[in-house]
């Protein structure tokens, strides 16, 4: 095991906006800056949030809103100061951590 560490997910709508851009891709570059770890961002097939609205990425009824979720890790050292600013910036949606264990990671290991 390599260690403790924390995983931050944040569950947004693809067309929420952030200063211009798509605020999924405004906070990868963001998290990027600030030296976070890891970042990967996951576009849902079908889902709906806190307003029960389904958006769907079936053919027949095409959404241009269909569920986004970050997943952010690294240590809660790094992640933890970031929240509040996080929240701040998803006015809708869900944002949630959970300590996790890495047991491997992409780089090789002496």
Not at 8 to 20: I, P, W
Not at 37 to 51: H, M, S
């Amino acid at each position: 095991m390599l260690g403790k560490a924390k995983l931050l997910k944040v569950y947004l709508g693809e067309s929420e906006r952030y200063k211009n851009k798509p605020l999924y891709q405004y906070l990868v570059h963001w998290l990027k800056e600030k030296g976070i770890g890891g970042v990967t961002v996951n576009r849902g097939i079908e889902g709906y949030g806190a307003d029960k609205v389904l958006h769907t990425a079936r053919f027949l009824e095409l959404s241009s809103d269909l569920p986004m979720i970050l997943e952010i890790v690294d240590v809660a050292e790094k992640i933890d100061p970031l929240i509040p600013e996080i929240c701040a910036m998803v006015p809708k949606g869900l944002v949630f951590g959970i300590d996790i264990n890495v047991y491997k990671h992409g780089k090789e290991q002496p």
